[in-house]
T-cell receptor, first 111, second 113 residues
Framework: RKEVEQDPGPFNVPEGATVAFNCTYS??????FFWYRQDCRKEPKLLMS???SGNEDGRFTAQLNRASQYISLLIRDSKLSDSATYLC????????????FGAGTILRVKS | EAQVTQNPRYLITVTGKKLTVTCSQN?????MSWYRQDPGLGLRQIYY???????DKGDVPEGYKVSRKEKRNFPLILESPSPNQTSLYFC????????????FGQGTRLTVV
């Protein structure tokens, strides 16, 4: 079983739609959680951290459920520019702060 | 400007010809790492370094070497490249604490024929 699993998609949605991605992780000792965005084989860039209480940044909302070991990302009012691959990232200090990536979820927003 | 710089960006080489991909960061970060990205597999860690002269294997270290003689540089060495090392490679750096952002280089697309 992979340490971090994501639905690869692609998710094809119209502009203005709300879309949600989930990510599950297997290591219960994981301590930090992030969503990164990657455009067309360019370098990943941090989208947002995920906090235990949940957090929001504009149209983006991230949630963490430690009991069930999953993380979610909700995008409201999708824009064409949101089309990208979204990577779930988990860090555990027991592995020297190694970032463990999910394989990514592809989002395509269409007009 | 804070950045991670990789070179070269693109490289086509032949089997067995030693090559080095350089990585340099200007943020005084302690933690640096190398990843390869392959379709359907996501980013997998090759090697990481928690500080100067401290390196350790990641998930897929076979066929690769690294060194960390200076804090800013973390080169990736392929002593005898093989076609299965054809991939997109990323170098990353972070401050080393577990809740901080990782910054990535622009990537090196390597083809071994």
């Amino acid at each position: 079983r992979k340490e971090v699993e994501q639905d690869p998609g692609p998710f094809n949605v119209p502009e203005g739609a709300t879309v949600a991605f989930n990510c599950t992780y297997s290591n219960s000792a994981s301590q930090s959680f992030f969503w990164y965005r990657q455009d067309c084989r360019k370098e990943p860039k941090l989208l947002m951290s995920v906090y235990s209480s949940g957090n929001e940044d504009g149209r983006f909302t991230a949630q963490l459920n430690r009991a069930s070991q999953y993380i979610s990302l909700l995008i409201r009012d999708s824009k064409l520019s949101d089309s990208a691959t979204y990577l779930c990232v988990v860090i555990s200090m027991e592995y020297g702060n190694k970032l463990v990536f999910g394989a990514g979820t592809i989002l395509r927003v269409k007009s | 400007e804070a950045q991670v710089t990789q070179n070269p960006r693109y490289l086509i080489t032949v089997t067995g010809k030693k090559l080095t991909v350089t990585c340099s960061q200007n943020m005084n970060h302690e933690y640096m790492s190398w990843y390869r990205q392959d379709p359907g597999l996501g980013l997998r860690q090759i090697y990481y370094s928690m500080n100067v002269e401290v390196t350790d294997k990641g998930d897929v270290p076979e066929g690769y070497k690294v060194s960390r003689k200076e804090k800013r540089n973390f080169p990736l060495i392929l002593e005898s490249p093989s076609p299965n090392q054809t991939s997109l490679y990323f170098c990353a750096s972070s401050s080393g604490t577990y809740n901080t952002e990782a910054f990535f280089g622009q990537g090196t697309r390597l083809t071994v024929v």
